[in-house]
């Protein structure tokens, strides 16, 4: 994964230069853009994917493309930050996760939210999830989204 989120930099063209200070990353517009195009034409079978940017070691960059509301989820030990590209779905954040079963150290998915608030994202939001907060993004029929996350080590 790590392979090709340096050879998906080196194609795309991300602006690092030589005189820039180690785990310096600048990722222009375009470049998002670009990637949101190559995500929205290999879609798996949940219709989202996503590219990881980069791994910082307190924290790491992914850009995801979603076109169905997939599984609602818990991460133990990250925190989440959305910037929302572009596109529109609803977020359902805090009550009871339903169905959690651990799918990975530290990550927990189920089919839905009891009890939680649910707020609209569009373009331009940013959106603070903190670990272990249970949260489902849901798109509508015929919505897409694409938003910038930043999952940083909380504990």
């Known amino acids: 994964m790590r392979r090709t989120a340096v050879l998906l930099m080196a194609l795309a063209g991300f602006a690092v230069g030589a005189d820039d200070p180690p785990g310096f990353a600048l990722f222009k517009s375009s470049d998002l853009r670009n990637i949101e195009q190559q995500l929205a034409q290999k879609l798996g079978p949940g219709k989202s994917g996503s590219e990881q940017l980069g791994n910082y070691g307190t924290h790491t960059m992914m850009l995801a493309h979603v076109e169905a509301t997939g599984q609602a989820e818990i991460h ?18 805090g009550g009871r996760l339903v169905g959690g079963q651990t799918t990975a150290p530290g990550e927990i998915r189920g089919t839905s939210i009891e009890g939680g608030v649910t707020k609209k994202l569009g373009a331009g939001d940013i959106v603070n999830i903190p670990a272990g907060t249970p949260h489902h993004t849901q798109v509508g029929p015929g919505q897409k ?11």
Not at 146 to 155: D, F, H, N, P
Request: hydrophobic fraction near 50%; charged fraction near 20%.
């Open 76 to 93: 133990e030990n990250l925190t989440d930050i959305f910037v929302v590209q572009n596109g529109e779905a609803s977020l359902t954040v």
């Open 145 to 155: 989204i694409t938003y910038l996350v930043i999952k940083v080590r909380a504990r």
